[in-house]
């Protein structure tokens, strides 16, 4: 199985602030990545697939990059609806995988 | 609009069953593989099965193989997923999820329904 290790597992931000978040899966998955937003009580909300294509819909303030193992979801101007946890998931080989979480909360 | 609803949540004991369903609206049914998706409380997502839109073709997590079995009703645009063997590790929100192209990501979820295995 290929295992997806995000980090941090929680950072606190204030509204405006560049947000990074990484992702390693512990082997290529070449582009096979995608991210979800997650907030309290509902479901998951697809933001990225494919590493960087960002879904219809979605702020641009999103984006996503990298590839093989090392991927990163950046938001370049945090919003007080952006407060949740993102995970990031690879789409590779089955079974699919999630990173454990990234909590994003106010400062 | 896609609309994915899930039902057949609630408690049951270590050892029983339970089957979800998931009613799916507003984009043709047939032609798209379907997940479902769990998550323990206070935990991250673990996805659990997954079946092509034939239904010919399926695929699950090991935790679960041999007790679940995922399947499809395209006649009535309805998910299912039949759960044996249940064990406290089981509790979760189960979600059913869409995936747009067959590359295994989730553009559509439901709102979940609550499992829960307890004596």
């Known amino acids: 199985d290929i295992q997806m290790t995000q980090s941090p597992s929680s950072l606190s931000a204030s509204v405006g602030d560049r947000v990074t978040i990484t992702c390693r899966a512990s082997?290529?998955?070449?582009?096979?990545l995608n991210w979800y937003q997650q907030k309290p009580g509902k479901a998951p909300k697809l933001l990225i697939y494919a590493a960087s294509s960002l879904q219809s819909g979605v702020p641009s303030r999103f984006s996503g990059s990298g590839s093989g193992p090392d991927f990163t979801l950046t938001i370049s101007s945090l919003q007080p609806e952006d407060f949740a946890t993102y995970y990031c998931q690879q789409s590779y080989s089955t079974p699919l995988t999630f990173g454990g979480g990234t909590k994003v909360e106010i400062k | 609009e896609v609309q994915l609803l899930e039902s057949g949540g609630g408690l049951v004991q270590p050892g029983g069953s339970l089957r979800l369903s998931c009613a799916a609206s507003g984009f043709t049914f047939s032609s798209y593989t379907m997940s479902w998706v769990r998550q323990a409380p206070g935990q991250g997502l673990e996805w659990v099965s997954a079946?092509?839109?034939?239904?010919?073709?399926?695929y699950c997590a090991d935790s679960v193989k041999g007790r679940f079995t995922i399947s499809r009703d395209n006649s009535k645009n309805t998910l299912y997923l039949q759960m044996n063997s249940l064990r406290v590790e089981d509790t979760a929100v189960y979600y059913c999820?869409?995936?747009?192209?067959?590359?295994?990501?989730?553009?559509?979820w439901g709102q979940g329904t609550l499992v829960t295995v307890s004596s």
């Open positions: 999820a869409k995936d747009p192209y067959g590359d295994s990501y989730f553009d559509s």
């Open positions: 082997r290529t998955i070449r582009s096979y």
């Open positions: 079946i092509s839109g034939s239904g010919g073709s399926t």
